[in-house]
């Protein structure tokens, strides 16, 4: 399954290059981290961080991330002897390709994504698939888009179980620039398979700085229906970045 998820990414990032080859690419990127420690009576770190990407060409309007959580404690045993140890390590990637048809917003789209949890109720989780988006709302500071499609889900649990199957994928993207220097974002996504649904969903706030420079609060939500025993169903983060727009 994992080779047939490298085929598609492949496919439409040679799709990509063909048509960059042709059009001036534009590029909007993203970058953003954070980091949080702890000391006193409880010691340690995290990490988070994400790098967002669009490229809009004349035909297509691809959309590429990449993203990392990390967690690390300093516990303390019995003895007064102190070690590190790792409580969440996590690493996502995804790139999604959209043709563009004779509408403004309206797009056939193909998605790829892959995301290795240490901890999680999945450890690794890749799904590839295909669909029509559009614009369904937008006024003078709101927009509201959707897509839906079907697509395939390969997965393995936290006790080695594989799981893989066809599933239906539904996504929604709610923005609001509500001033000049801030604007909220709301994403929701919802993966339903025979053996398992993933919805994940992130609601967050952001703040313009200095020049090209953000600060960002953020709170996201991933809840699975179906996990091994002793994994719980939903698992949160919230985070608060800088971020860099260029």
Same mark, same amino acid.
Request: proline residues 2%; aromatic residues 12%; glycine residues 8%.
């Given at each position: ?75 303390? !045993? ?22 563009? =048809?004779?509408? !403004? ?10 995301? !290795? ?26 927009? =509201? ?14 006790? !080695? ?6 599933? =239906? ?18 994403? =929701? ?58």
């Amino acid at each position: 399954m994992n080779n047939r998820i490298t085929s598609a990414l492949t496919l439409m990032l040679f799709s990509a290059l063909a048509q960059a080859a042709e059009t001036p690419k534009v590029w909007t990127t993203q970058a953003e981290l954070g980091a949080i420690m702890t000391s006193g009576n409880t010691k340690g770190s995290s990490v988070t961080g994400k790098i967002d990407s669009k490229q809009e060409l004349t035909q297509w309007s691809n959309e590429y991330s990449l993203g990392g959580y990390f967690k690390e404690d300093e516990i303390t !045993d019995a003895d007064g002897n102190t070690s590190t140890e790792k409580s969440a390590e996590r690493y996502f990637v995804s790139a999604k390709g959209g043709y563009k =048809l004779d509408d !403004d917003f309206a797009k056939l789209y193909i998605l790829g994504s892959y995301t !290795d949890d240490t901890f999680g109720a999945y450890q690794k989780y890749s799904l590839v698939s295909v669909g029509y988006g559009d614009r369904l709302y937008q006024d003078d500071n709101k927009t =509201l888009d959707a897509e839906i499609g079907p697509g395939y889900f390969s997965g393995r649990t936290a006790n !080695d179980v594989t799981e893989n199957g066809l599933m =239906l994928r539904t996504a929604a993207s709610f923005n609001w620039a509500f001033s000049t220097t801030a604007s909220f974002k709301q994403t =929701l996504s919802v993966e339903y398979g025979e053996e398992n649904t993933r919805t994940v969903a992130e609601s967050a706030v952001s703040a313009s700085l200095i020049g090209k420079m953000q600060m960002k609060a953020a709170f996201l939500v991933q809840n699975d229906t179906d996990v091994p025993p002793g994994k719980k169903k939903t698992d949160t983060l919230t985070s608060l970045t800088f971020v860099y727009a260029f």
